[in-house]
């Protein structure tokens, strides 16, 4: 897996996109980068796919089997 690099705004030094400090300088990097809101929208909407996918594959819970007789169903010997 190969992380999306950045450089940092004030040494130049490469950095990951998801870190909002330099790791060589400290420096925090203020550029109007919305990598974190955009890797939050991605994330959200693979789980709400997933979600939904998981939901409609699931069979509704309503056709119960005809030999379901709770009342009159006592073994007696
Ligand atoms: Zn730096």
């Known amino acids: 897996m190969k992380f999306e690099t950045t450089k940092c ?11 909002t400090v330099c790791p060589t300088c400290g420096k925090v990097q203020t550029g109007g980068r919305q990598t974190g809101a955009r890797t939050m929208l991605a994330v959200a909407l693979a789980a709400a796919v997933l979600i939904t996918f998981n939901w409609l594959k699931s ?3 309503q056709a119960s089997p005809p030999t379901a007789h709770p ?4 073994p007696s010997g």
């Not at 705004?9 to 870190?19: E, S, V």
């Not at 009342?71 to 006592?74: D, K, V």
Request: net charge negative; glycine share 6%; proline share 11%.
């Open 71 to 74: 009342s009159a169903n006592l």
């Open 59 to 61: 069979p509704a819970p």
């Open 9 to 19: 705004i004030r040494c130049g030094c490469d950095m990951l996109m998801a870190d």
